[in-house]
């Protein structure tokens, strides 16, 4: 019994020691290394702006920056392979959106920390592809200040288009930030207009003493139909929306050209789909020219046969591009009894 006391009075100095170094520790000293560290990565980041408005990312900055926290601000990561060898096409004319958007951000007076723009590139951070099993790109994704990326962080490309207009409004309902796009100046339409003018206004000088091709009925109706095969084929939808060219698959470099959903398309689409129309436009054309002229029998013979090939065969491609888009064509009506 005494040799326990002993013991217990030996300790006692230890034990004091260690009472004094805890009441000296000063409260929240876990709280406070963590604001240390926030404000170290808001300073980096800040500092990475103002020499890039995209900063430039691989899997060890994305992991520190953007994954891990403390952090209080919000990133759009743009997942890319700009790469020569990947012939993405696609990711550059993205890219070029996406520079757009970050400068329009950078150099407002809204400007702040709250928000910042980063790309990663599959060449230089493919396990971050590999993290966050992305097998496409470009893929845009919204890394909230609070809590994990939910569905709605992730941009519907497919569907809306890459342009800076539809990234700003998409940012904006995931960050409440809005971002005013300011696009360099661009004189290419203007200097095209103008160019066409000059060009009419000279034929028309040059033809000034006959001008009776102005009157030409084949002239007017070649014009009035590329103005329809233009607006039926989607270039519209293609100036309002912006979609990409083309799809290309960076794991397998496969390039698709049609789009597999009805709510959007590829530019390369409405080409597609503009060429079909103008041959379906043409064998009816031949077709009417067969049923009316007076010519030679075997010679109208042959050219209603080139007619009808022209329709029958363009038209069935059209219809089978209908139906990869359309996955429930042809339609049935389900009668109940």
């Known amino acids: 019994m005494a040799s326990v006391w002993a013991k217990s009075i030996a300790n006692l100095p230890v034990l004091s020691v260690i009472c004094l170094l805890l009441l000296c520790l000063p409260p929240g000293g876990g709280q406070k290394k963590k604001e240390n560290l926030l404000s170290e990565k808001v300073d980096q980041m800040m500092e990475w702006s103002s020499r890039r408005s ?25 997942f890319t392979a700009l790469q020569p060898q990947r012939q993405c096409s696609v990711c550059r004319q993205a890219n070029e959106e996406y520079q757009v958007l970050a400068n329009s951000w950078r150099y407002s007076s809204a400007f702040s920390n709250k928000l910042f723009f980063t790309v990663v590139d599959y060449d230089e951070g493919a396990d971050v592809f590999q993290q966050l099993n992305m097998n496409s790109a470009p893929t845009f994704m919204h890394f909230p200040a609070k809590g994990k ?14 342009a800076s207009e539809q990234l700003a409004k998409w940012i904006a309902d995931r960050t409440d930030v809005q971002i005013r796009v300011f696009r360099p100046p661009n004189y290419s339409g203007t200097i095209a207009l103008a160019l066409l003018v000059s060009l009419v206004g000279g034929l028309l000088y040059l033809r000034r003493n006959n001008l009776e091709f102005i009157y030409n009925k084949t002239g007017w109706a070649m014009a009035a139909l590329c103005v329809v095969f233009a607006m039926t084929s989607g270039q519209m939808w293609n100036h309002i929306r912006g979609p990409p060219y083309a799809h290309k698959n960076p794991q397998n470099g496969q390039v698709s050209y049609i789009h597999g959903s009805s709510q959007a398309q590829f530019v390369a689409e409405s080409h597609i ?61 389900h009668g109940h009894t």
Do not use: W
């Not at 520190?64 to 743009?78: D, E, G, L, T, W």
């Not at 990326?149 to 890459?162: E, N, V, Y």
């Not at 007076?294 to 491609?317: M, P, Q, T």
């Open 54 to 78: 995209v900063v430039r990312m691989n899997g060890d900055k994305f992991r520190r920056f953007v994954k891990a926290p403390p952090r209080n601000y919000s990133v759009i990561v743009m």
């Open 149 to 162: 990326p939910k569905r709605a962080d992730t941009f519907d490309l497919q569907r809306i288009g890459f």
């Open 273 to 333: 789909i503009l060429l079909l129309n103008a041959a379906i436009t043409m064998g009816m054309v031949l077709l009417n020219e067969a049923a009316t002229s007076k010519g030679d029998v075997g010679k109208r013979r042959i050219i209603c046969l080139v007619g009808l090939g022209l329709v029958v065969f363009f038209f069935s491609f059209l219809l089978s591009i209908f139906r990869s888009k359309y996955h429930g064509y042809p339609y049935r009506i």
